[in-house]
């Protein structure tokens, strides 16, 4: 199996969910035997190619200097097509392309038609689903044209939740048997390597002995619902005062969450910690007693596995695919979206328990060893590749 695979995002250069995603399973679909040309950009530089056994990295070196995101994004495109011409030229034949969301699906589109190669796409998150059902401006409608012609040229699309699997079906008309659903998963070791040891100086560095620390990491965006957690904390400590609440990441809204805190007299009991390192993430996550996401709009929700991986009990909003990975009562617990009360009974419950929540805990760890482990997902995505070359060898094109 020979795959030209397209990113946005590859390791060093991540920036959310999707580099995420791809960073874990590239190396789960090498270990399957897939070998895979995977064509990402990166910041202006030199091109580079990296060749690790099955893997080989083609990095682009792109410009930021278009204000437009969409322009960009097209202009990017062309820039990728035409290493990936190459590499196809160079490298080929391949089996199949697999492009991630839309941001290279132009390139991918391209290719697809030129080599008649067949396409398959991971959608990750669509910008209606964004938007909660609409599109408020220009720049959605374009986005959202962009994925609706990506799903309309795939062969096969896969999505990470069932939840999403209605997305694409409302939003982008994507027929229900040309969907595989295939859960994104969690490397447990970075944490694991965490678990028992001596952590009481990062434990300070938050809070102070005396109190429970109530953590959340994510982009600072209203559909993460940082401002949510900020409002809930006024209900937790009129019951539990010694409660520390520390906000990890930065985005757009950070200067909105940090007047609202001051607005709301919680500047001794609220922290915002800015951007962290993945490293110092994880730190937080062991010494924490309650991590909190109170996502507005989530089609997965891998921050709940890190947290999950971690051993830390789990509070998040009852959307998306959220409540597929959260099981409540079992897992960890759902919440009303968009009410601060809610999350405050949320976390109340979380830290008032803490045997139920050692419970929960264990669940959630069993899931991750099981449901969210990157092998199974990658024979599963292995699965639906030779699907695709299996049924292109009755298709002349």
Same mark, same amino acid.
């Given at each position: ?20 995603? /791809? ?30 056994? &099955? @893997? ?23 820039? @990728? ?29 391209? @290719? ?10 991971? #959608? ?47 939003? &982008? ?5 040309? #969907? ?32 429970? &620390? /109530? ?5 600072? %965006? ?5 401002? #949510? @957690? ?81 051993? %830390? ?12 990975? /959260? ?67 009755? %298709?002349?094109?």
């Amino acid at each position: 199996m020979r795959v030209l695979m397209l990113s946005w995002e590859y390791p060093p250069f991540v920036v959310g969910g999707l580099g995420k995603a /791809v960073a874990e399973l590239v190396p789960a679909l090498v270990e399957c035997g897939v070998q895979i040309h995977l064509v990402t950009s990166v910041p202006e530089g030199t091109p580079s190619v990296e060749n690790d056994g &099955l @893997l080989t990295v083609h990095r682009i070196p792109t410009p930021n200097t278009i204000d437009d995101f969409y322009q960009r994004a097209e202009y990017i495109n062309e820039l @990728l097509y035409n290493a990936s011409e190459q590499i196809v030229r160079m490298y080929g034949p391949f089996d199949l392309v697999h492009t991630h969301d839309w941001l290279t699906s132009f390139a991918a589109i391209r @290719l697809k038609n030129a080599f008649h190669l067949p396409l398959l796409a991971t #959608i990750h998150a669509t910008e209606r689903g964004r938007g909660h059902g609409t599109l408020g401006s220009e720049m959605a409608q374009r986005v959202n044209s962009a994925e609706w012609q990506l799903a309309y040229e795939s062969w096969r699309v896969i999505c990470c939740t069932e939840y999403m699997r209605q997305e694409l079906m409302d939003y &982008l008309q994507v027929p229900n048997d040309k #969907i595989d659903v295939i859960y994104n998963g969690i490397d447990p070791a970075p944490f694991a390597v965490l678990y028992g040891t001596d952590l009481a100086e990062v434990r300070l560095r938050y809070a102070n002995p005396s109190e429970k &620390l /109530v953590f959340f990491v994510g982009r600072m %965006v209203s559909e993460k619902g940082a401002a #949510i @957690l900020v409002r809930s904390a006024v209900h937790v400590l009129n019951l539990m005062p010694n409660v520390r609440f520390v906000l990890a990441g930065r985005g757009p809204e950070l200067s909105y969450v940090q007047s609202l805190i001051h607005e709301l007299w919680l500047d001794r009991h609220v922290m915002l910690a800015g951007f962290i390192s993945d490293e110092e993430r994880n730190r937080i996550f062991a010494v924490s007693d309650c991590a909190v996401f109170p996502s507005l709009y989530e089609p997965f929700g891998i921050v709940a596995l890190e947290a999950m991986a971690a051993r %830390v009990p789990v509070v998040v909003s009852d959307v998306g695919g959220l409540k597929e990975v /959260v099981k409540h009562g079992e897992t960890g617990i759902t919440i009303y979206p968009n009410s601060p009360e809610s999350c405050a009974w949320g976390i109340l419950h979380t830290l008032q328990h803490p045997e139920w929540a050692t419970q929960r805990v264990e669940n959630a760890y069993r899931e991750v060893l099981t449901t969210y482990n990157w092998k199974r997902i990658a024979e599963q995505t292995r699965a639906v590749m030779e699907r695709i070359t299996a049924e292109r060898r009755f %298709v002349s094109w």
